[in-house]
């Protein structure tokens, strides 16, 4: 039986919505929408989700704070 092996991957979930923002420039406009973004004023939630990426980092031994995905073969 070939030995355990484990590897890092990054796990990066997309979540989109676009919004109305009154404002004088662009660069207010984006303040505006991330002020409020910061106070909880924008959520995001499944509805808004776009996609998934999952990037191999490589294989690693530090497996402490990790959550670990065990394989299902017996």
């Given at each position: 039986m070939e030995e355990k092996r484990y590897f890092e991957v990054t796990v990066t979930e997309l979540m989109q919505r676009n919004v109305i923002v009154e404002?004088?420039?662009p660069e207010e406009a984006h303040q505006r929408a991330s002020d409020a973004w910061s106070?909880?004023?924008?959520?995001l939630?499944?509805?808004d989700f776009e996609g998934a990426e999952f990037h191999?980092?490589?294989?690693t031994t530090a497996?402490?704070?990790y959550e670990i995905?065990?394989?299902k073969e017996g």
């Open positions: 404002a004088r420039s106070n909880g004023e924008i959520v939630t499944g509805k191999v980092i490589g294989e497996l402490s704070g995905i065990e394989s």
